[in-house]
Every structure is written in structure tokens, then in C-alpha cells.
């Protein structure tokens, strides 16, 4: 059985909620991954300053229960890579 669930679409008058299938979501998002093959999507930064891995900070957020800005500056460096 699909589901669906609710998207907030923006309108002229502001916005309103619309139902989605999954069905859908999935082939709106292999749509626009399509147009990224490297799955790079930003632009090229300086090579000289470190990037942050965010999503590797994200799964330890969640695993020690704590908000990025809460990360002490020791718990911040593990996720700069140079």
C-alpha cells in the first residue's frame, strides 16, 4: 500500500499543504540526483580551508543526545576534514 504524506508547497498567497506519494517523492528525488552524478551539491571551495563532514556530525548529535551548537570545540575538530 503507498503512502503519502504532507509537503509544504509555497504560493502566492503563501502556502498550503499538499499530499505526496512516496512513490512520487522517490522519482522527484532520483530526478534531481540525476543532475549531480558526483553527488557533489555545492559549489567548489577553497581548498585550503577544512570542510566539515556534516553528516558524520549529525549521526554523533544523535547518538550522544546533543544540538551541533552544544559541541564542545575538542568534540567539533573530529568533524573538520583538512
Known amino acids: 500500500m503507498a503512502r503519502s504524506i504532507d509537503v509544504i508547497v509555497s504560493t502566492p498567497k503563501g502556502y498550503t499543504v499538499k499530499k505526496v506519494s ?16 558526483d553527488g557533489v551539491y555545492t559549489l567548489p571551495t577553497d581548498t585550503e580551508k577544512p570542510r ?12 550522544h543526545g546533543k544540538e551541533p551548537e552544544e559541541l564542545s570545540e575538542e568534540e567539533k575538530k573530529q568533524f573538520y576534514e583538512h
Open 52 to 63: 566539515l563532514k556534516v553528516r558524520a556530525m549529525a549521526e554523533y548529535c544523535m547518538k
Open 22 to 37: 512516496d512513490k512520487m517523492l522517490r522519482q522527484d528525488i532520483e530526478k534531481f540526483e540525476e543532475n549531480f552524478p
